[in-house]
């Protein structure tokens, strides 16, 4: 990006149009009372999102047989950029002092798969809990894999959560097989169960699930996807695969998909949102309510 604010590559201006820099949030200058920085617990992004990983390991990220090949999670713990395990009250610290100095107007909390039969979501629960007492109005999205006990839906609920993703990054099995093939052992089906759950408890288009474009699923078999998704009540957030630095697929020079298919796959699901009457900003917390890192909403979505 130029002094103007317009996009560049290798000194040439690739789009005219005019980007303004989001500044660093007050919030990250503070730290806890152990001496933990705020933003080693949580990261603003987009422009006005709180974002943390509660748990920054994952069971499936122990060998590259089992990893998702576009993750990175454990990566930025490695580089000391993060901690292992946020704690209920530090995310209330933190939420509390971004919603007051930065203006932040929702939350989203992730988590690495844990092996017990919650998957994860009695750690994330915890946190949502504090969270909701220290910022009653904050909404909050949660992230978690299919639990064992699809009652750990309800109690997330329970705890204050406002929206949930479950995402399954694809639809094909053989593209998920290659992907990500521990959560491949998750059976697309037992996807459903928990989505259609998850739209009971949540309500319809509360619930979101991540898919990546690029990933090798045939274009047109993902966009009928979307549409029985669209069907149960669950937001399809149709994002383009990247591959982040330290992934396997970045490492093995996977490149990301064409700006051709992106805006194909993107342009046809998004009319099929507005058909619908979805809007990702309804979600009200989350990656659909964001739409930063999709172009769903700039088509209509």
């Known amino acids: 990006m130029d002094a103007d604010g ?9 789009q005219e149009a005019a980007f303004e820099p989001v ?18 617990l949580a990261r603003l992004h987009g422009t006005d ?4 990983t509660v748990v920054q390991t994952c069971t499936r990220y122990t060998s590259e047989s089992n990893r998702c090949r576009f993750c990175t999670i454990e990566e930025s713990l490695q580089a000391g950029a993060t901690t292992q395990v946020k704690q209920p009250e530090q995310l209330a610290e933190v939420a509390e002092a971004a919603w007051r100095l930065d203006g932040v107007s929702q ?3 992730t988590t690495g798969t844990s092996n017990g039969p919650d998957r994860g979501a009695r750690h994330v629960g915890r ?5 909701r007492a220290a910022v009653p109005l904050l909404p909050i999205q949660v992230q978690i894999e299919p639990p064992v006990q699809l009652e750990w839906i309800d109690r997330l609920r329970a705890c ?3 929206a949930i993703g479950i995402h399954i990054e694809s639809l094909d099995q053989g593209v998920r097989e290659r992907w990500t093939p521990g959560k491949a052992t998750v059976s697309t089906e037992r996807y459903r169960e928990a989505w259609r759950h998850a739209v009971e408890v949540f309500g319809r288009n509360r619930v ?3 898919l990546l474009v690029g990933l090798g ?8 996807g979307t549409q029985t998704l669209i069907e149960m009540g669950v937001y399809p957030f149709v994002v383009p695969y990247r591959p982040l630095a330290g992934s396997l697929a970045d490492r093995d020079r996977v490149p990301a998909p064409s700006p051709e298919l992106l805006a194909h796959v993107t342009r046809r699901v998004a009319a099929q949102l507005v058909a619908a009457g979805m809007a990702g900003a309804d979600q009200v917390a989350g990656c659909a309510a964001c739409g930063a890192c999709s172009a769903l909403r700039q088509a209509g979505g």
């Open 6 to 14: 317009r996009l560049t590559r290798d000194g040439a201006v690739v």
């Open 127 to 131: 946190c949502v809990t504090a969270v």
């Open 23 to 40: 500044q660093r949030p007050r919030f990250y200058e503070l730290k806890t009372e152990e001496g933990v920085p705020y933003e080693q």
């Open 49 to 52: 999102v709180l974002a943390t």
């Open 208 to 210: 979101s699930t991540y």
């Open 160 to 162: 204050g959560a406002d």
């Open 217 to 224: 699923e045939e274009h047109e078999e993902l966009i009928a």
């Open 107 to 109: 939350m989203v909390m």
